[in-house]
């Protein structure tokens, strides 16, 4: 299975973007989903996570503007993010851990760690 993130893009601050993330099949289950960061010169951090019951947890910097959300029936998380601000600049993964697919013909393959690519996010006047 292969998550493909969208959506980044250079916005001002105080502006907004919505990050999706959809997978390339048919998700039944997974334990976790999430989107990391990383800024230049600095690790890889988490930004929000949701779970398999929605239950959600987000970073103290980003926490009140950025709301994580995702849609079974269309096997796609989202980051909606608001007041952005030039610390928020990184590259932006979509994560997802414990993924259960079922191909059209009902057979179910489970996965382990599965990474997205990047989408740049660049916050900027």
């Known amino acids: 299975v292969q998550l493909q993130a969208s959506g980044g893009g250079l916005v001002q601050p105080g502006g907004s973007l919505r990050l999706s993330c959809g997978a390339s099949?048919?998700?039944?289950?997974?334990?976790?989903m999430a989107w990391y960061r990383q800024a230049p010169g600095k690790q890889r951090e988490l930004v929000a996570q949701?779970?398999?019951?929605?239950?959600?947890n987000y970073t103290d910097s980003v926490k009140g503007r950025f709301t994580i959300s995702r849609d079974n029936a269309k096997n796609t998380v989202y980051l909606q993010m608001n007041s952005l601000e030039p610390e928020d600049t990184a590259v932006y993964y979509c994560?997802?851990?414990?993924?259960?697919?079922?191909?059209?013909?009902?057979?179910?393959?489970?996965?382990?760690?599965?990474w997205g690519q990047g989408t740049q996010v660049t916050v900027s006047s």
């Open positions: 099949e048919r998700i039944v289950y997974t334990n976790i």
């Open positions: 994560y997802a851990d414990d993924i259960i697919t079922m191909s059209d013909f009902g057979d179910r393959y489970r996965y382990g760690e599965v």
């Open positions: 949701i779970t398999n019951d929605n239950n959600t």
